[in-house]
């Protein structure tokens, strides 16, 4: 559960989201994609406030959220995926357009698009997963745990592909695990605990401060203490 959560991601931003296990993380992405219900607040997007939204009102407006265990249709193609993500897209050829562009980005998807989803490899999938996602043509991207699972090469190529992504202008809220990771990637980056944004800053402010370094960068425990900065948890 979230507790008076402010955030704010500007256009063309990679903006970090970190925090353990149930922090929120995952919950603030469903809730900006309305695949959760927003019981208070209120959340702005280009100047217009998302209320009792659903994931397809988010969509047309220009969100995109991949999801965690990238959660592609594993019986389909890799086409017939891509096309499902472009089903927002009223005309053929902007759709069409925006497949392209996806294959483009990802070749060895273009080699494989009538291989079954559910064949690829990790890494692969992942891709297919954000690929999903951009043929919607997306002005906020939200990528959740883009990394998890995969081997440390591919990791790699997932970094890249999000330097990349920022490059073309796609803003970009990141949750990540690989603190190092998502540090390295966001211009700033927002430290959530149990629902509460602990610390937030600069990605180069943070990952130089001891208390994130030895939680997150080490092997600390991150603790919000009351009216207080958080701090590592000592170690036992």
């Not at 922090?23 to 992405?29: I, P, V």
Request: aromatic share 2%.
């Amino acid at each position: 559960m979230l507790h008076g959560l402010d955030m704010t991601v500007r256009a063309g931003e990679i903006v970090g989201l970190l925090g353990a296990n149930g922090a929120g993380k995952t919950t603030t992405l469903r809730v900006v994609s309305g695949v959760l219900p927003l019981r208070s607040g209120s959340i702005l997007f280009e100047g217009r406030t998302l209320a009792k939204h659903g994931p397809h009102l988010a969509i047309r407006m220009g969100i995109a959220h991949c999801p965690e265990g990238r959660r592609i249709f594993p019986a389909l193609t890799v086409r017939e995926n891509l096309e499902l993500g472009g089903a927002v897209l009223k005309r053929s050829v902007e759709r069409e357009a925006a497949i392209s562009e996806v294959l483009d980005l990802f070749p060895v998807l273009a080699e494989r698009q009538g291989q079954a989803g559910g064949t690829l490899s990790g890494g692969e999938q992942q891709m297919l997963a954000i690929g999903r996602a951009l043929v919607a043509r997306p002005r906020l991207l939200m990528l959740d745990e883009p990394s998890l699972g995969l081997a440390p090469l591919i990791v790699r190529q997932v970094a890249d592909l999000v330097r990349r992504l920022r490059e073309t202008g796609v803003t970009i809220l990141l949750v990540e695990q690989n603190a190092a990771l998502a540090l390295s990637l966001a211009d700033r980056a927002y430290i959530l605990e149990s629902g509460v944004v602990a610390l937030s800053g600069e990605s180069a402010t943070l990952a130089a401060d001891p208390a994130v370094r030895a939680a997150y960068l080490g092997s600390g425990t991150f603790v919000r203490r009351r009216g207080r900065p958080a701090v590592p948890e000592p170690q036992r």
